[in-house]
């Protein structure tokens, strides 16, 4: 999907601040968005990219506008309610109104406190490899209306494998609630010039991880 969250190569954003000691968390609440999205992850609610969809479809006003635990949280509660676990009115009032929807586990102290950790996203194979370390590979230019992995400054670009993952949850299959389907995850290293045009920095390269689809032979 193209949006204002695919800020890679635009100017006109001014330069990255970088706060001295930055904690963790500026506020409590903001603490209580990252433990409840965690929770309804854990508990199986949606994935990753779901969340990551629905940070996407912001209006670019509130996108521009949030900070990251304000877009956080309005993504999250597109997520609930559109899957069914509240409704908007819920979410005003601050309490259920209807019953719960059954999720398939939940996120308790002893969890956390035996050491919570990332789902892994690797899956099964579906099919050989068709990339090689070493192989010059084209990306495509793709302008999906959902979820997708492929930055725009990286599309119709030459590069090369460096390192194949394996197989991985694709997701733009998932962010689009069609499954899995497990594609070739691999690492592709570009020139800056390749990116960037003539005026890049000749010294630097460029890696992204981009999954078999993305990819041709170049």
Not at 24 to 42: D, K
């Amino acid at each position: 999907m193209d949006g204002v969250h695919d800020m890679g190569g635009m100017d006109g954003f001014g330069k990255v601040e970088v706060e001295q000691n930055e904690p963790p968390f500026h506020a409590p609440w903001e603490g209580r968005v990252l433990a409840m999205q965690r929770a309804m992850g854990y508990a199986g609610a949606w994935h990753i990219d779901h969340s990551r969809f629905a940070q996407e479809r912001l209006p670019p006003v509130t996108y521009l506008g949030s900070t990251y635990y304000q877009r956080w949280m309005l993504a999250m509660e597109s997520n609930i309610t559109e899957r069914g676990y509240a409704t908007p009115e819920e979410l005003k009032a601050g309490h259920a109104q209807t019953p719960g929807v059954p999720l398939k586990r939940k996120l308790t102290p002893d969890v956390v406190g035996a050491g919570l950790s990332r789902s892994s996203f690797y899956r099964q194979q579906q099919g050989p490899q068709k990339f090689q370390p070493g192989d010059r590979v084209r990306t495509k230019n793709i302008h999906p209306a959902t979820h997708t992995r492929l930055p725009r400054y990286a599309r119709d670009k030459v590069g090369v494998v460096e390192l194949c993952h394996g197989c991985h949850m694709y997701p733009d299959s998932v962010a689009a609630d069609r499954g899995d389907n497990p594609q070739w995850l691999y690492t592709v290293v570009f020139e800056s010039s390749e990116l960037w045009g003539p005026d890049a920095d000749p010294t630097l390269k460029i890696s992204i991880d981009a999954f078999e689809p993305y990819l041709d032979p170049a």
